[in-house]
T-cell receptor, first 110, second 115 residues
Framework: GIQVEQSPPDLILQEGANSTLRCNFS?????LQWFHQNPWGQLINLFY???GTKQNGRLSATTVATERYSLLYISSSQTTDSGVYFC????????????FGKGTLLTVNP | DGGITQSPKYLFRKEGQNVTLSCEQNLNHDAMYWYRQDPGQGLRLIYY???????QKGDIAEGYSVSREKKESFPLTVTSAQKNPTAFYLC??????????????FGAGTRLSVL
C-alpha cells in the first residue's frame, strides 16, 4: 500500500516563528488532507489539497503531486498552534481509504 | 449543531467483556470510518462503510465488529478477541461528492482503557 512519511517528527518553536512541515508519499494520490490534532485529541481539518496551493490565514499548504510531496507552512506561530499535524492520503480506487503519516508534534512556547 | 458525535468520551473494559462505541453523524454523509490511534502513532483504519448495510474491513479489523443499519449511525464493538484494546478511537464521515470525494471529518474520539 501507499506509504506516508512526515518530517520532522518533533518541532519546538518560539511564539512568532515560522515553520514548514513536510509530507512525502510513495504513489500518486486522489486526495491529500492536512489535519491538526489538538491536545484533547480532536482532529481538525486544515486543508484538502491533492495538488496546488491553498492559504487560510496564517496557514498555507502546497502539494506537488508529480514529485509526491506536500508542505504545510505555519507563519507567526501561536501557542494555540501546538499539537500534532497529520498528513493523510487516498491513492484512489473504489474504497477511499485514507492512509495517515505518523505526524509532526509541534510545540510553540510563549 | 451539525457534526459527528462519539460517545462515551472515556470507556473502561474488563477482561472478557465486549464494549460498544457509538458514532452518530447528522451531516447526511454516505461514508463512515473507524480509526484506532496508539500513543505517538498515526491513525489506522479498522472498518469503513460506504453505504447503509454494507461495510468493509480496514487494515486492523481483527477483534472488532461493526454494523451500519442507519445512514447516521456506525457503532463499533470491541470484542474480547481484541487482546490489546487500549487506544484512542476516532470515527469519521465523508460526503463522497463528485467535487471532493473523500474529505473526511472527525468526531472527538473515545478513549478506551482495560481495567
Amino acid at each position: 500500500g501507499i506509504q506516508v512519511e512526515q518530517s520532522p517528527p518533533d518541532l519546538i518553536l518560539q511564539e512568532g516563528a515560522n515553520s514548514t512541515l513536510r509530507c512525502n508519499f510513495s504513489d500518486s494520490v486522489n486526495n491529500l488532507q492536512w489535519f491538526h490534532q489538538n491536545p484533547w485529541g480532536q482532529l481538525i481539518n486544515l486543508f484538502y489539497i491533492p495538488s496546488g496551493t491553498k492559504q487560510n490565514g496564517r496557514l498555507s499548504a502546497t502539494t506537488v503531486a508529480t514529485e509526491r510531496y506536500s508542505l504545510l507552512y505555519i507563519s507567526s506561530s501561536q501557542t494555540t498552534d501546538s499539537g500534532v499535524y497529520f498528513c493523510a492520503v487516498d491513492s484512489g480506487g473504489s474504497n477511499y481509504k485514507l492512509t495517515f503519516g505518523k505526524g509532526t508534534l509541534l510545540t510553540v512556547n510563549p | 449543531d451539525g457534526g459527528i458525535t462519539q460517545s462515551p468520551k472515556y470507556l473502561f473494559r474488563k477482561e472478557g467483556q465486549n464494549v460498544t462505541l457509538s458514532c452518530e453523524q447528522n451531516l447526511n454523509h454516505d461514508a463512515m470510518y473507524w480509526y484506532r490511534q496508539d500513543p505517538g502513532q498515526g491513525l489506522r483504519l479498522i472498518y469503513y462503510s460506504q453505504i447503509v448495510n454494507d461495510f468493509q474491513k480496514g487494515d486492523i479489523a481483527e477483534g472488532y465488529s461493526v454494523s451500519r443499519e442507519k445512514k447516521e449511525s456506525f457503532p463499533l464493538t470491541v470484542t474480547s478477541a481484541q487482546k490489546n484494546p487500549t487506544a484512542f478511537y476516532l470515527c469519521a464521515s465523508s460526503p463522497r461528492t463528485s467535487l471532493a470525494k473523500n474529505i473526511q471529518y472527525f468526531g472527538a474520539g473515545t478513549r478506551l482503557s482495560v481495567l
